[in-house]
T-cell receptor
Framework: AQSVTQLDSQVPVFEEAPVELRCNYSSSVSVYLFWYVQYPNQGLQLLLKYLSGSTLVKGINGFEAEFNKSQTSFHLRKPSVHISDTAEYFCAVSERGTSYGKLTFGQGTILTVHP | DVKVTQSSRYLVKRTGEKVFLECVQDMDHENMFWYRQDPGLGLRLIYFSYDVKMKEKGDIPEGYSVSREKKERFSLILESASTNQTSMYLC???????????????FGAGSRLTVL
């Protein structure tokens, strides 16, 4: 079984500042890693995913994440945030080799960007 | 453009009522999922289905059942609603195949259920 821990429940930041949302995972098997974003009153949409290869993954809206196998982390970063990035962000994992692709999610991090 | 439709955005039900939450996807996906979202707990998997008439329990199946009679439709059923089932319910779907476990989930907008 796997688990995901998002280390910050809320992250307030000013517009144009950099931000990092932290995610650690634990699993007894190899995993794929995902970040999803949920804007107010909407479902979740994919930001980025790590499947294999380069440990630095780039996603939509200028976000990127780095997979660190030794620290079992997959932190999300953006060098300069906008008001429109205000949303809840979820880190998730799925087991490799599972055709169903069911995800285990973290608790979520609410990012609030202030003007 | 869409993809995963949840029939009710907001529902208010009374304790003991039977509740049906419906989800339809138009992407011909094999896998469908029901998650529950609660503040501070993230999303927790209730049930999933990998084929018509097939279902598997997720992490929190107690108090819920599901039905998948057609490929595009996956229903979540609360046999006797209780106040602790007040929550946001999210349906999702994904393809099978390719890199196993790597397929992206497409989510519906959610159904917010209040049980009084």
């Amino acid at each position: 079984a796997q688990s995901v821990t998002q280390l910050d429940s809320q992250v307030p930041v000013f517009e144009e500042a950099p931000v990092e949302l932290r995610c650690n995972y634990s699993s007894s098997v190899s995993v794929y890693l995902f970040w999803y974003v949920q804007y107010p009153n909407q479902g979740l949409q994919l930001l980025l995913k790590y499947l294999s290869g380069s440990t630095l993954v780039k996603g939509i809206n200028g976000f990127e994440a780095e997979f660190n196998k030794s620290q079992t982390s997959f932190h999300l970063r953006k060098p300069s945030v906008h008001i429109s990035d205000t949303a809840e962000y979820f880190c998730a994992v799925s087991e490799r080799g599972t055709s169903y692709g069911k995800l285990t999610f973290g608790q979520g991090t609410i990012l609030t960007v202030h003007p | 453009d869409v993809k995963v439709t949840q029939s009710s955005r907001y529902l208010v039900k009374r304790t003991g009522e039977k509740v049906f939450l419906e989800c339809v996807q138009d992407m011909d996906h094999e896998n469908m999922f029901w998650y529950r979202q609660d503040p501070g707990l993230g999303l927790r998997l209730i049930y999933f289905s990998y084929d018509v008439k097939m279902k598997e329990k997720g992490d929190i199946p107690e108090g819920y059942s599901v039905s998948r009679e057609k490929k595009e439709r996956f229903s979540l059923i609360l046999e006797s609603a209780s106040t602790n089932q007040t929550s946001m319910y999210l349906c999702a779907s994904s393809q099978r195949g390719g890199l196993s476990g790597a397929n992206v989930l497409t989510f519906g907008a959610g159904s917010r259920l209040t049980v009084l």
